[in-house]
């Protein structure tokens, strides 16, 4: 016998072998194979069934979300003030903030890992903060603003600098104008953000610093043709503003 066919038949003897092997341990170990095949398949319908859950309750919370902004979007009226016949409103914003409020509360409450519970929350500020409840906004923006979403926490700095500004903090609220001066969420553009911190400058009068914010505004805020943009014309007017009348 050759060495050739001699290394061949050892190639066949270890392929017996390890096939031996392998069928041994499937015969020992098959109930444990079944086993772990069922909790795969368990775990994969626990998988799916959680995935339709979350649709199911993001379809609820959306529907919810949208009946509190409904209230949210009621008409103001005055009384005597003549409305389309049926249509609900309100005698103050204050009425309408506290209606929209306990719904808004409700979604994020119930729903408060979807993204309708998420922006529940947000809106929550909003009218506890037209209610003129500034403690309770004030948490709910903050609980916006450490959202992982950089578009929804935007909102809630966007809003807590505002109510900073309202309630007399102001160097909390140039913070945080300045650091969403240099964000790029889409919710709250970097424009608007320098607009608001300029005219608080100008609020305090330290107009140096505000016209210092719409110079680098209006020098920065352009299209790839060179166009002011929104934010960058409204800087440009109120470094040059016009005299009264004059169109």
Not at 66 to 73: H, V
Not at 104 to 109: L, T, W
Not at 227 to 232: F, L, Q, S, T, Y
């Amino acid at each position: 016998m050759d060495n050739a066919t001699k290394r061949e038949l050892k190639k066949q003897d270890q392929f017996h072998t390890i096939t031996e092997h392998g069928v041994e341990w499937v015969n020992h170990n098959r109930q444990t194979a079944i086993v772990s095949g069922a909790a795969v398949v368990v775990l994969i319908l626990a998988i799916v069934g959680g995935y339709v859950l979350f649709q199911h309750r993001s379809t609820a919370a959306s529907t919810a979300f949208g009946a509190a902004m409904q209230t949210y979007q009621t008409p103001v009226a005055m009384p005597g003030q003549p409305l389309p016949p049926g249509t609900k409103s309100y005698a103050t914003v204050s009425e309408r903030a506290a209606a929209a409020n306990a719904q808004f509360q409700s979604v994020a409450q119930q729903y408060g890992m979807t993204q309708s519970g998420k922006l529940a929350l947000y809106f929550t500020g909003l009218t506890y903060m037209e209610e003129g409840q500034n403690g309770p906004a004030e948490d709910a923006f903050k609980k916006t603003a450490g959202s992982w979403s950089s578009d929804l926490a935007a909102l809630g700095k966007f809003s807590l600098a505002q109510l900073y500004e309202q309630t007399g903090r102001d160097p909390q609220a140039i913070d945080l104008f300045n650091e969403l001066s240099n964000s790029k969420a889409s919710t709250v553009p970097a424009g608007l953000a320098q607009i608001q911190l300029a005219e608080l400058y100008s609020a305090e009068g330290k107009a140096d610093k505000a016209k210092e914010v719409y110079a680098k505004l209006k020098d920065k805020d352009k299209d790839a043709k060179g166009n002011p943009g929104v934010a960058g014309s409204i800087a440009a007017e109120k470094l040059n503003p016009q005299p009264t009348g004059q169109q």
